[in-house]
């Protein structure tokens, strides 16, 4: 059991460690002090001191009067603020020299010859021009630049086969 030394109130809950009533600290009563506890003082005449030695719950007060309500001007209901301006980004020709670059690669030589890679370079080069001029509204110059690079290894092999066949011509005309 435990005893609020100001109250002298005893409580048998072994959880409890502050007094309910006026939130003092509770002690064992079986601490072993045999002399009876301490009497408590009486309070004044006045019926409202115990109230006030109480504990609060932060309950609204009976003491004060409701305060009458300050007029405010009405506030405008609050809207969200309009989404950003957003417009999709125009990625065409980019994607074009990207498709004609690998093309040139991959099965263009076999067909078409130089052609896709010539195309592929011009169109990553006029679409990285418009990037530059409207970053905001034209995208993709990482497909720009991959066409370009990949357009201009196509030209470049076909540039070598060019040379090296001019080469054997000329071979077989000085040895004929």
């Not at 609020?4 to 072993?32: I, K, M, N, R, Y």
């Amino acid at each position: 059991m435990k005893r609020c030394p100001s109250c002298h109130q005893t409580f048998e809950e072994e959880w409890l460690s502050f007094c309910t009533q006026d939130g003092t600290a509770l002690v064992d009563e079986l601490s072993g002090s045999a002399e009876p506890p301490p009497t408590m003082m009486a309070p004044g005449s006045t019926s409202e001191a115990p109230q006030k030695d109480q504990a609060t719950w932060n309950l609204p007060s009976a003491d004060f009067a409701p305060s009458e309500p300050q007029w405010q001007p009405p506030q405008p209901a609050w809207r969200p603020p309009p989404p950003p301006a957003y417009a999709p980004e125009n990625k065409s020709l980019a994607t074009a020299s990207l498709v004609l670059g690998i093309i040139s690669v991959t099965v263009g030589w076999l067909c078409f010859g130089p052609i896709p890679g010539i195309a592929a370079i011009i169109l990553g080069g006029v679409a990285l021009s418009q990037i530059k001029k409207n970053p905001e509204r034209v995208g993709g110059k990482q497909s720009a630049i991959f066409g370009i690079v990949t357009g201009g290894i196509t030209v470049l092999i076909y540039l070598g086969f060019l040379i090296f066949y001019i080469v054997i011509m000329i071979a077989a005309a000085a040895n004929a």
